[in-house]
């Protein structure tokens, strides 16, 4: 079966750009898609199909999708920006999530 | 806003069933594609089920599969979720969420709040 692999945590100072990788095989060939999950709340999305961003999700979130490894990227952290982060893609007939990654905002 | 609201939840024993239920409101809930997605205690996103638009295509993660059945009533714009034979590791807030595409294969625009289901005796 498909596996993703997500960095346990990563940190970035106030203001500073965050990136967060999601690892596959080929994933460059995939469609990656990311959700950002704050404490006690539901997922939201924040980009989809590796680089678009739902309408309301701020210009700071990014996405790039390429070979082995998609990452999203935000800029200017801000404290709200605190959360858990999901890839996911759909595989064999199945939604892939990694495993999450806690984004700590210093 | 697309409002998905959860409810059925609750505290149940080991091998005994539940049924959630999600109801949809805001959008054409026969065109979508629907999923469940689990979350244990202090853990991540796991993938459960996805039932397409019309209901004839329905698939599974390997944990819960022969266990638990998706299903839709578009009649109802309610989608749900039979557990039976529940286990311990089945405790877990469970979401419903959509899908973009009308076959369940792209990515969850929007998402319920959660039920929480507890397995224990």
């Known amino acids: 079966s498909y596996e993703l692999t997500q960095p346990l945590s990563v940190s970035v100072a106030l203001g500073q750009t965050a990136r967060i990788t999601c690892g596959g095989s080929?994933?460059?060939?995939?469609?990656v898609h990311w959700s950002q999950q704050r404490p006690g709340q539901a997922p939201v999305l924040v980009i989809y199909?590796?680089?678009n961003r739902p309408s309301g999700i701020p210009e700071r979130f990014s996405g790039s999708n390429s070979g082995n490894t998609a990452t999203l990227t935000i800029s200017r952290a801000q404290a709200g920006d605190e959360a858990d982060y999901y890839c996911?893609?759909?595989?064999?007939?199945?939604?892939?999530f990694g495993g999450g990654t806690k984004l700590t905002v210093l | 806003q697309v409002p998905l609201v959860e409810s059925g939840g609750g505290v149940v024993q080991p091998g005994r069933s539940l049924r959630l239920s999600c109801a949809a409101s805001?959008?054409?809930?026969?065109?979508?594609?629907m999923h469940w997605v689990r979350q244990a205690p202090g853990k991540g996103l796991e993938w459960v089920a996805v039932?397409?638009?019309?209901?004839?295509?329905?698939y599974y993660a390997d944990s819960v599969k022969g266990r638990f059945t998706i299903s839709r009533d578009n009649s109802k714009n309610t989608l749900y979720l039979q557990m039976n034979s529940l286990r311990a590791e089945d405790t877990a807030i469970y979401y419903c969420?959509?899908?973009?595409?009308?076959?369940?294969?792209?990515?969850?625009?929007?998402w319920g709040q959660g039920a929480l289901v507890t397995v224990s005796s």
């Open positions: 805001g959008f054409t809930f026969s065109s979508y594609g």
């Open positions: 996911q893609v759909w595989d064999s007939s199945t939604v892939v």
């Open positions: 199909r590796d680089s």
């Open positions: 039932i397409w638009y019309d209901g004839n295509n329905k």
């Open positions: 969420a959509k899908d973009h595409s009308t076959f369940g294969d792209s990515y969850f625009d929007y």
């Open positions: 080929n994933i460059g060939g995939k469609d």
